[in-house]
């Protein structure tokens, strides 16, 4: 790191850790006793620091990961300090823990960033770091900093493994992506994401070596036409139907496809990937998750996405394809149709932003899901067009893990697309230093909403004493 850039980083990092500590102040005088969620997570960390490590609460649905390295820095912690037992994993000590989990994520997203877009003539340092704060306070992942929820941890060995995996330490990479399924089973998506890399750099450098065999055009161009995607599936099949190069990919991702096989014999002897309450997280196909992530990405990210040039450009590609875009809208429709689930938690509970969501936009009329076919198709295209620096075959792996991660799962939940979020916008070109600020100030403006109506929009259900409060 440059001296300008490193004094650059380091004031932003302190800052937002003074910052997200006077908050997590405020927060814990508000909200003493675990919230939501926390009235589970709390408890069962509570019982790990006792020792008593046979107690396991039914309604968790994770594996002990967070309840693991809590343990593991609490008691630490109250040997070094002196402190007895009950403060060490209090609900304020255990909360802090994701404080320490978003000050690490906040080192990742740096080391990403630089990793990904190498400091040139178009990307400034100041850039990088702001871009960094940027994702940092993304709201979604932000405001579960100061709540003991499983979301910054999991983020913290999802992003370890990835930057380890593009440095070229795929058995350190696979190692923290076992310690990111500790936290949440689904996290092991990122874990074929991150062998589905090191697959799509291979396929990538032999697929350079074909174009330069037949003196055809540079790969970026060979993504549009239905001819060029034949001929990348023909080229897909003859490359690994190869014994060699079979060969090959397995002793580059031998690590990676331990951790899979553990996860599906996990699978086998659990019965399911969730343990505890099944009935509550059952899986289906729900492929109207991708249009909600998409119009999720959409929302987070319109500085990107939602730009003059982009509507232009979209519109000028509706009227080159109109059989095609057709023909999406149609599928779009008919997935709408016969694959949309809501989950009895969407309208049950209204302390979450989605209830209302679903209330004010998708039950105002039967119509209305129909109706925003095309928000996603153009969120969809403006999406796919972010990427397009992006290998053809990293864009396949990405969006055969987005609909892993996503489509299985019945609830709506916008916890579910932090992570595919994240890879996301960690792979798109730098945008303009406004466009930056823009997001910046965009991303500051909803997480002090969320945490102005959380802290002082308070309110109680029928036949209840306990304040509730709105969150994400």
Same mark, same amino acid.
């Given at each position: 790191?440059?001296?300008?850039?490193?004094?650059?980083?380091?004031?932003?990092?302190?800052?937002?850790?003074?910052?997200?500590?006077?908050?997590?102040?405020?927060?814990?005088?508000?909200?003493?006793?675990?919230?939501?969620?926390?009235?589970?997570?709390?408890?069962?960390?509570?019982?790990?620091?006792?020792?008593?490590?046979?107690?396991?609460?039914?309604?968790? +649905?994770?594996?002990?990961?967070?309840?693991?390295?809590?343990?593991?820095?609490?008691?630490?912690?109250?040997?070094?300090?002196?402190?007895?037992?009950?403060?060490?994993?209090?609900?304020?000590?255990?909360?802090?823990?994701?404080?320490?989990?978003?000050?690490?994520?906040?080192?990742?997203?740096?080391?990403?960033?630089?990793?990904?877009?190498?400091?040139?003539?178009?990307?400034?340092?100041?850039?990088?770091?702001?871009?960094?704060?940027?994702?940092?306070?993304?709201?979604?992942?932000?405001?579960?900093?100061?709540?003991?929820? +499983?979301?910054?941890?999991?983020?913290?060995?999802?992003?370890?493994?990835?930057?380890?995996?593009?440095?070229?330490?795929?058995?350190?990479?696979?190692?923290?992506?076992?310690?990111?399924?500790?936290?949440?089973?689904?996290?092991?998506?990122?874990?074929?994401?991150?062998?589905?890399?090191?697959?799509?750099?291979?396929?990538?450098?032999?697929?350079?070596?074909?174009?330069?065999?037949?003196?055809?055009?540079?790969?970026?161009?060979?993504?549009?036409?239905?001819?060029?995607?034949?001929?990348?599936?023909?080229?897909? +099949?003859?490359?690994?139907?190869?014994?060699?190069?079979?060969?090959?990919?397995?002793?580059?991702?031998?690590?990676?496809?331990?951790?899979?096989?553990?996860?599906?014999?996990?699978?086998?002897?659990?019965?399911?990937?969730?343990?505890?309450?099944?009935?509550?997280?059952?899986?289906?196909?729900?492929?109207?998750?991708?249009?909600?992530?998409?119009?999720?990405?959409?929302?987070?990210?319109?500085?990107?996405?939602?730009?003059?040039?982009?509507?232009?450009?979209?519109?000028?590609?509706?009227?080159?394809?109109?059989?095609?875009?057709?023909?999406?809208?149609?599928?779009?429709?008919?997935?709408?149709?016969?694959?949309?689930?809501?989950?009895?938690?969407?309208?049950?509970?209204?302390?979450?932003?989605?209830?209302?969501?679903?209330?004010?936009?998708?039950?105002?009329?039967?119509?209305?899901?129909?109706?925003?076919?095309?928000?996603?198709?153009?969120?969809?295209?403006?999406?796919?067009?972010?990427?397009?620096?992006?290998?053809?075959? #990293?864009?396949?792996?990405?969006?055969?893990?987005?609909?892993?991660?996503?489509?299985?799962?019945?609830?709506?939940?916008?916890?579910?697309?932090?992570?595919?979020?994240?890879?996301?916008?960690?792979?798109?070109?730098?945008?303009?230093?406004?466009?930056?600020?823009?997001?910046?100030?965009?991303?500051?403006?909803?997480?002090?909403?969320?945490?102005?109506?959380?802290?002082?929009?308070?309110?109680?259900?029928?036949?209840?004493?306990?304040?509730?409060?709105?969150? #994400?």
């Amino acid at each position: 790191m440059e001296r300008a850039a490193a004094y650059g980083f380091s004031a932003a990092m302190s800052g937002a850790f003074l910052l997200s500590c006077l908050l997590f102040a405020a927060l814990n005088r508000r909200q003493r006793a675990p919230y939501m969620d926390e009235a589970f997570h709390v408890p069962q960390a509570q019982a790990y620091c006792e020792g008593r490590f046979q107690q396991w609460d039914p309604m968790i +649905t994770t594996l002990p990961g967070l309840y693991l390295v809590s343990v593991g820095i609490a008691k630490p912690a109250a040997w070094l300090f002196g402190w007895p037992g009950g403060i060490a994993c209090s609900t304020a000590m255990l909360r802090f823990i994701n404080l320490l989990f978003s000050v690490g994520n906040f080192y990742l997203l740096y080391l990403l960033l630089s990793k990904m877009h190498p400091k040139n003539k178009a990307v400034s340092g100041f850039q990088n770091i702001l871009s960094t704060l940027t994702l940092a306070v993304f709201p979604t992942l932000y405001f579960f900093t100061f709540l003991y929820y +499983t979301d910054p941890g999991s983020v913290f060995f999802t992003l370890f493994s990835y930057l380890m995996c593009l440095c070229g330490n795929h058995k350190t990479s696979a190692l923290l992506g076992f310690c990111g399924f500790m936290f949440r089973q689904t996290n092991i998506v990122w874990t074929i994401f991150c062998a589905g890399n090191v697959v799509a750099e291979k396929l990538n450098e032999a697929w350079k070596t074909e174009l330069l065999k037949k003196k055809d055009e540079k790969i970026s161009s060979m993504k549009g036409s239905f001819s060029d995607l034949i001929r990348i599936l023909q080229f897909l +099949t003859e490359y690994l139907i190869s014994p060699q190069n079979l060969i090959t990919l397995i002793a580059l991702t031998w690590p990676y496809i331990i951790l899979v096989v553990v996860f599906f014999a996990f699978v086998f002897i659990n019965g399911g990937i969730v343990v505890g309450d099944r009935s509550s997280h059952e899986a289906c196909l729900h492929f109207p998750q991708l249009f909600y992530f998409l119009s999720f990405t959409l929302f987070f990210s319109f500085p990107h996405l939602l730009t003059p040039t982009k509507i232009r450009k979209f519109l000028l590609t509706l009227r080159k394809y109109p059989v095609q875009y057709s023909l999406i809208a149609v599928i779009s429709l008919f997935l709408i149709w016969k694959f949309t689930y809501v989950h009895k938690y969407l309208l049950a509970d209204n302390r979450h932003y989605t209830f209302y969501v679903w209330r004010k936009v998708f039950q105002r009329h039967e119509l209305v899901k129909y109706m925003l076919v095309p928000v996603y198709i153009f969120a969809g295209w403006s999406f796919a067009d972010t990427l397009k620096s992006k290998s053809v075959f #990293w864009i396949l792996v990405y969006f055969v893990c987005l609909f892993a991660v996503t489509v299985p799962q019945k609830l709506l939940e916008f916890r579910y697309f932090i992570l595919p979020y994240l890879i996301y916008r960690l792979n798109i070109p730098f945008p303009s230093l406004y466009r930056q600020l823009l997001e910046l100030a965009f991303y500051i403006f909803v997480n002090v909403t969320t945490f102005y109506l959380f802290l002082n929009k308070t309110f109680q259900w029928p036949n209840s004493e306990e304040v509730q409060r709105f969150m #994400w």
